[in-house]
C-alpha cells in the first residue's frame, strides 16, 4: 500500500510539473503585449488604459505580420505612441522597456526621455514615430501608419 502511494505521489509530482511548464510556456509567449483588432480604418486605445504613466505594449496583425507599439501618457499630459522598434536595432527584435521617464533600448542601452518622443525624435535608435490622435476617451492610430512600421518586423 505505501508503495502505490509513493508512485501515486510521483506520478502527481510529474504530471503538476508537466502542466506547470506548459502553462509557464503559455504565459510567456504571451509577453508584454495585448492584442488589437482594427475597427474600420483605426485602432481605439481608451485613455483610461495608458493614463497612468507606464508603456502600455500592443500587437497589430496585418496579413500574418505583427507589429509592436506601444502607448505611454508622458508627463506633460500628452499620449506618446511609437513603434517598439527603431531604425538602428530592430533586426534585433528587442524592442523597449520603460525605466521611469525614460524608454530603454533592450538591445543597445539607450534611453529616450518619453517627454521628447514624437514626430523630431525620429531615426537612430529612437522609437520608431507613430502618430495618433485623441478624441475625448479615446486614443485613435490609424492602420495605415500601424501598417507604414511593418518593415521593423
Not at 72 to 93: E, L, M, N, P, Q
Not at 106 to 118: D, E, M, P, V, Y
Amino acid at each position: 500500500m505505501a508503495r502505490n502511494t509513493q508512485k501515486f505521489g510521483i506520478a502527481a509530482g510529474v504530471v503538476a510539473l508537466v502542466l506547470v511548464s506548459i502553462i509557464s510556456v503559455f504565459a510567456f509567449s504571451l509577453g508584454k503585449y495585448e492584442k488589437v483588432k482594427p475597427t474600420g480604418n483605426v485602432v481605439s486605445l481608451p485613455v483610461a488604459q495608458v493614463n497612468d504613466g507606464k508603456a502600455h505594449f500592443y500587437k497589430f496583425t496585418d496579413s500574418g505580420k505583427e507589429i509592436a507599439f506601444f502607448a505611454v501618457k508622458a508627463a506633460d499630459g500628452t499620449i506618446k505612441t511609437a513603434f517598439d522598434a527603431c531604425d538602428a536595432c530592430y533586426r534585433d527584435k528587442k524592442g523597449y522597456e520603460q525605466q521611469g521617464d525614460k524608454l530603454n533600448c533592450k538591445n543597445c542601452n539607450q534611453k529616450f526621455a518619453i517627454n521628447r518622443l514624437g514626430p523630431n525624435a525620429t531615426g537612430g535608435c529612437n522609437p520608431g514615430y507613430l502618430p495618433n490622435q485623441i478624441s475625448g476617451t479615446t486614443v485613435t492610430i490609424n492602420v495605415s501608419d500601424l501598417k507604414n512600421g511593418a518593415r521593423y518586423f
